[in-house]
């Protein structure tokens, strides 16, 4: 099982990008849409595909958070940033003490 903690690591960006984008993207992609949607149908979006838009987007924002948050540690298997409150940036698992990115089997120097 070589490489299996740089998979998991990259499982970590991947979730961790992935839920930016969906926190930070909702506005801008909710009016570049109603823009194409303007001008394709030559009319404005009704307010219930607006509505049902945002109520998805939400809900996968929601579901990508929830991924991210409770995201195990390679080392000790617990939320890598989720022990009670949420330390979005932190540099090492907050129960283990594990640093991003590292090895799970090296041992660290604490």
């Not at 303007?38 to 009704?46: A, G, L």
């Not at 049902?52 to 940033?81: D, E, H, M, Q, Y």
Request: charged residues 15%; glycine residues 6%.
């Amino acid at each position: 099982m070589l490489g299996s903690h740089a998979d998991e690591w990259h499982r970590y960006k991947t979730l961790k990008w992935a839920w930016c984008i969906s926190f930070l993207g909702f506005l801008p992609v909710l009016a570049i849409a109603g823009i194409i949607a303007t001008q394709v149908f030559q009319k404005r979006i009704p307010d219930t595909a607006s509505s049902v838009f945002v109520v998805l987007w939400f809900l996968s924002s929601a579901f990508l958070n929830r991924l991210f948050t409770l995201w195990p540690c390679p080392r000790c298997g617990k939320p890598f940033i989720n022990n009670g409150n949420w330390i979005w940036f932190t540099k090492s698992c907050v129960h283990c003490g594990l640093p991003k990115y590292s090895d799970p089997l090296r041992p660290t120097d604490t």
